[in-house]
């Protein structure tokens, strides 16, 4: 690479994303996707890498492509069938994530055409641990430093670091992934370590252990060792004092953790908790159950929540075992099931397809090396089977199309194709980071400031009218503007203000049941001397959420007697999107 070429650029990118951007701190009300502002930031990055890899194609005059990426793209046409089916009244809400997988894959072809060589592809992965290495020493700093009233608020009495990603077991997923890629560039790169490169190696081998202890996630913990274990026949081929080595660090970072729980009043979650599956196995019989109930269309893209719900919560009441469900749940914690549930089988066996042209791929290395090529997206690929990492974390979906290229690139050598038409490129290379620039950065401004409005209790309304991206945060802000004419509404006495609460709430819970919106529905209800259906609305609330207590009887009396005070009550703001569940 020379400075003036475009790769060299992208690497420049890529690395100032790995290094930077991917860390970006903004006070947030938690969720996912947009809602964590580090994700709007790394979008950033990709659209600009994808515009440059672009741009180098026509540079190229040709296309460069393998056969395990076009088999993704045909599993991303696949996953779009569902869009046409006759069930497909709410696609639109998944539209998000559908873009989210068309721009990984873009990504990914962009990184194809830079044409890396071996030296490049191995200082992608050095950046990429350099990433993990940050949110290591992040999360160290959080357990060990931070106190009470912190500038980032974490919380220093469940003591759970997370670094950037607010959620434990994603961090605990990509520190285990760290982990595997310590392992393997300390057995695959043969040239000749500089000093400080073996310490970093060295001291990520004791701080990554060290880390999935204190974090006390079974995914992290799982992801792990079964990595490790994965990369002990050719860690054992290769260099059995450096095994040794490796192996000591590693013994001697979950003996610090251990030691440092043991002086640490955070939460202990002990070896019961961490073998009990909780929700997630009646979650998974029930996702089970719904796509042998409706193997070929499913119940509709976008419509899971509402669908799930009502499934769940009639076998619970017909069968009597099934606990409540948590509140908010938007996905079965299992990649598969979800897909399955809204699409039926199709978009299932296309996933699994995928999964079965990587392993393809991987018979083509030998046994050991295989093994530890696998060992690298182990991690990540069995988070995404019993959370939604890919939700949570942009950083986690570019860190497994990263190494899928690396080991895509490792194993089969690239194809090429003469390309002419170039002003097309041209034209999508300049387009993509043209649209998507402006719109994160405006989405940053609208987090910025509905976050404000929100920590404000809602006592500066111009703050909303402010938001210069309405739709980067749209069910918040929507959420946020019909709570205030709710407000208002009660507070005026304004028929058709609270009418169009109940009006909004009514359609909103068709595809998002929400307790906190049918409490606000039923206080407008009373309001509007209408107590038989909000009785009606609440005995349908009760039936979802029989263990809320703001849906009670007594909770209602207790708000609708504020509200005759003149005062005015609302629903917990932050239940519209709730903070993502924990293994």
């Given amino acids: 690479m020379t400075r003036i070429s475009l790769p060299y650029l992208w ?29 709007m930031v790394g979008w950033i990055f990709i659209s600009l890498m994808t515009g440059l890899g672009l741009w180098q194609m026509t540079l190229n005059r040709s296309v460069s492509y393998s056969r395990f990426h ?26 998000p994530r559908l873009a989210g997988l068309a721009g990984g894959l873009l990504f990914y072809f962009a990184l194809l055409q830079c044409r890396l060589n071996e030296t490049a592809r191995y200082r992608l992965l050095y950046l990429l641990l350099a990433a993990i290495s940050l949110e290591a020493l992040l999360g160290l700093i959080q357990y060990y430093l931070l106190t009470p009233g912190n500038l ?43 000093v400080i490169r073996q310490l970093w190696l060295g001291a990520v081998l004791f701080s990554v252990p060290l880390l999935l202890v204190v974090l006390q996630s079974r995914v992290g913990l799982l992801g792990g060792v079964i990595g490790l274990l994965l990369l002990l026949p050719l860690a054992w081929q290769t260099d059995r004092k450096r095994l040794l080595i490796g192996l000591g660090l590693v013994l001697a970072g979950i003996v610090a953790a251990l030691y440092s729980q043991s002086l640490n009043e955070g939460v202990q979650r002990g070896v019961e908790a961490l073998a009990n599956p909780g929700y997630r196995k009646g979650y998974w019989q029930q996702g089970l159950a719904m796509i042998q109930a409706s193997p070929l269309f499913g119940f509709g893209y976008g419509d899971f929540e509402r669908q799930f719900m009502e499934f769940y919560n009639a076998s619970r009441v017909a069968e009597g075992l099934l606990p409540p469900m948590e509140p908010n749940l938007d996905h079965p914690h299992n990649e598969l099931l979800y897909w399955g549930i809204e699409g039926g089988l199709l978009p299932v066996l296309a996933i699994v397809s995928v999964a079965l042209a990587l392993v ?11 093994l530890a090529l696998a060992a690298l997206v182990w991690p990540i690929a069995l988070h995404s ?18 190494l899928l290229y690396w080991i895509d690139t490792r194993l089969e050598a690239l194809h090429s194709q003469p390309y002419r038409p170039w002003l097309l490129a041209r034209f999508a290379a300049l387009l993509i980071p043209a649209l998507v620039v402006p719109f994160m950065l405006t989405g940053l401004q609208t987090a910025r400031v509905v976050t404000q409005y929100e920590r404000g209790g809602g006592k500066e309304p111009e703050l909303l009218l402010s938001a210069s991206n309405p739709l980067a945060w749209l069910t918040r802000l929507e959420f946020n503007a019909m709570s205030l004419r709710l407000a208002v509404g009660s507070a005026q006495q304004n028929t058709e203000e609270l009418q169009a609460y109940v009006d909004w709430g009514q359609q909103f819970v068709l595809h998002t049941p929400r307790a906190n919106i049918y409490y606000n529905m039923a206080l407008a209800l009373n309001r509007l001397d209408r107590q038989q259906e909000a009785e009606q609305l609440l005995q349908q609330a009760r039936y979802f959420y029989p263990n809320d207590a703001m849906l009670q009887e007594d909770n209602i009396d207790k708000a609708l007697q504020t509200l005759d005070q003149g005062h005015v009550s609302q629903a917990d703001k932050t239940a519209m999107i709730g903070p993502a569940e924990e293994s």
């Fill in 385 to 402: 089977q019993t959370e939604y990492p890919f939700y949570h974390s942009l950083a986690h979906w570019i860190t497994l199309l990263v």
């Fill in 70 to 95: 076009l088999w993704c793209w045909l599993v991303l046409l696949l996953l779009l069938v569902p869009l046409l089916y006759p069930n497909r009244g709410f696609a639109d809400h998944a539209l």
């Fill in 152 to 194: 980032i608020g974490y919380n220093t009495d469940t003591n759970r670091p997370y670094g950037i990603f607010q959620q434990p077991n994603v961090m605990a997923s990509f520190m285990a992934t760290g982990l595997m890629l310590a392992c393997y560039l300390g057995l695959a790169d043969k040239r000749r370590l500089p």
């Fill in 11 to 39: 690497f420049w990118c890529f690395a100032a994303w790995s290094l930077g951007g991917m860390h970006y701190f903004m006070h947030n009300p938690g969720g996912s996707g947009f809602y964590l502002p580090f994700n």
């Fill in 360 to 370: 393809r791929l991987l018979f083509k290395a030998p046994w050991r090396h295989a």
